[in-house]
């Protein structure tokens, strides 16, 4: 059993960076898949992130590209979601996804773990 548990939210300023972490309980999270996504209020979830299992490849939103990198701890059964140069449409619950189905994904679908999501807002 796969049980993921974020951290690292709150409210940040413009143009400040959060580090947020995704780390698991049970199962290890080595040979899995691990997706960042994010809901608004009132939006659909949408993709921010993803890391294959290994770590060596990776892929962003055109939303974020630039200001995120998506990280892992395997050792620590640990992912991580730098943010940068934060924006008020950043504001968003963040939630972390495990896959054991693919070496890398970008639609929620392909995940079968989530977590319970962790609130960032930035305030202008």
């Known amino acids: 059993q796969v049980q993921l548990v974020e951290s690292g939210g709150g409210t940040v300023q413009a143009g400040d960076s959060v580090r947020l972490s995704c780390a698991s309980s049970g199962r290890t999270l080595r040979s899995a898949a691990m997706g960042w996504f994010r809901q608004a209020p009132g939006k659909e979830r949408e993709f921010v992130a993803t890391?294959?299992?290994?770590?060596?490849?990776?892929y962003y939103a055109d939303s974020v590209k630039g200001r995120c990198t998506i990280s892992r701890d395997n050792a620590k059964n640990t992912v991580y979601l730098q943010m940068n140069s934060l924006k008020p449409e950043d504001t968003a619950v963040y939630y972390c996804?495990?896959?054991?189905?693919?070496?890398?994904?970008?639609?929620?679908?392909?995940?079968?773990?989530w977590g319970q999501g962790t609130q960032v807002s930035v305030s202008s």
């Open positions: 996804a495990a896959t054991y189905r693919r070496n890398i994904a970008t639609s929620g679908r392909e995940y079968d773990y």
């Open positions: 890391i294959s299992w290994g770590g060596g490849s990776t």
